[in-house]
């Protein structure tokens, strides 16, 4: 059994929003804290953002900070991804990864099958 499955990715226009989902089968990873990466075309597997299992700390990377937006819903053991302001160059897969928020690809055990995010100019 796939233990995350991410969903809400699809084809939008610059400036457009989306909004991912990542599910978790176990309920044990509530208690998880939780990362999103992606990766785009030839480029490495980059981290996004993460949230501890509280939900109280985030973190994000430079590039999405004040335009996305992580956060938690422990009871429905998901996790989501909120991308307003979207541009070109967040065209990528997008993952789902536990536990941790380390900014790090190798920290994570669990990895989602990605959800396709393109941006048109």
């Known amino acids: 059994q796939v233990p995350l499955v991410e969903s809400g990715g699809g084809l939008v226009q610059a400036g457009g929003s989306l909004r991912l989902s990542c599910a978790a089968s176990a309920r044990t990873f509530s208690t998880y804290g939780k990362a999103w990466f992606r990766q785009a075309p030839g480029k490495e597997r980059e981290f996004v953002a993460a949230?501890?299992?509280?939900?109280?700390?985030?973190y994000y990377a430079n590039s999405v900070k004040g335009r996305f937006t992580i956060s938690r819903d422990n009871a429905k053991n998901s996790v989501f991804l909120q991308m307003n302001s979207l541009k070109p160059e967040d065209t990528a897969v997008y993952y789902c990864?536990?536990?941790?928020?380390?900014?790090?690809?190798?920290?994570?055990?669990?990895w989602g099958q990605g959800t396709q995010v393109t941006v048109s100019s």
């Open positions: 949230i501890d299992w509280t939900g109280s700390s985030t």
């Open positions: 990864a536990a536990p941790g928020v380390s900014s790090v690809p190798r920290d994570y055990s669990y």
